[in-house]
């Protein structure tokens, strides 16, 4: 079957505009993460969603970035006025179910990511 | 605060040979670790994921251990093939922040023909 898309593959924007990235889960799963990978900081958590419970948000760098999750299946991620290290390729990832209670997860499927890059 | 860390950071062997990429972690505290490949330009794709009340899975040339007392695992690839370059990751997960991965640096690995 279809596996994660993400959308658009690139991006290039001008510092402080605001930019709206797009993640479709594989069909099925209940839990979506977003994740950042850029030069110099690895790849990084930012956020979780698991089915209808409240978000995991903890990894969000500033109030700028935010990300929804509609109908329990796509997500859009949106970083508002936008800065230069805020360029790097934006990861979301899907898994069949989240860790129940803070239990074990299954395994996390990546989507190819968008490259977001701020001039 | 969990880190991980992966050794070597670059990797570059000729074709056929068995090669052992390392990965630790500070917090011995996980729920389970997983290794994921990674080309250039593209997204990240799972290779294996163990549990962390197993030591071990395999799936074709790719066996990767775990050792959570001492907060270490392994991957070892039999027979690299050119087709095997790639940056290899691993993650784990931890009972303290649930589903979240939290990433080693990679190891960047070329295999040459």
């Known amino acids: 079957g279809a596996g994660v898309s993400q959308s658009p593959s690139n991006k290039v924007t001008e510092k402080g505009k605001d930019v709206e990235l797009r993640c479709d889960p594989i069909s099925g799963h209940t839990a979506l993460y977003w994740y950042r990978q850029s030069l110099g900081q690895g790849l990084e958590f930012l956020i979780y969603f698991q089915g209808n419970s409240a978000p995991d948000k903890s990894g969000l760098p500033s109030d700028r970035f935010s990300a929804e999750r509609t109908g329990g299946s796509v997500s859009t991620l949106t970083i508002q006025r936008t800065q230069q290290e805020d360029s790097a390729v934006y990861l979301c990832?899907?898994?069949?179910?989240?860790?129940?209670?803070?239990?074990?997860?299954?395994?996390?499927?990546f989507g190819p990511g968008t490259r977001l890059t701020v001039l | 605060k969990q880190e991980v860390t992966q050794i070597p950071a670059a990797l570059s062997v000729p074709e056929g040979e068995n090669l052992v990429l390392n990965c630790s972690f500070t917090?011995?505290?996980?729920?389970?670790l997983q290794w994921f490949r990674q080309d250039p330009g593209k997204g990240l794709t799972s290779l294996l994921l163990i549990q962390s009340s197993q030591r071990e899975q395999t799936s074709g040339r790719l066996n990767a251990s775990l050792d959570k007392s001492s907060g270490r695992s392994t991957l070892y690839i039999a027979a690299s093939q050119p087709g095997d370059s790639a940056t290899y990751l691993c993650a784990v997960t931890q009972e303290t922040s649930g589903s979240r991965l939290t990433f080693g640096e990679g190891t960047q690995l070329t295999v040459n023909p």
């Open positions: 917090d011995s505290a996980i729920y389970n």
């Open positions: 990832a899907s898994s069949v179910r989240p860790g129940l209670a803070g239990g074990p997860t299954d395994t996390q499927y």
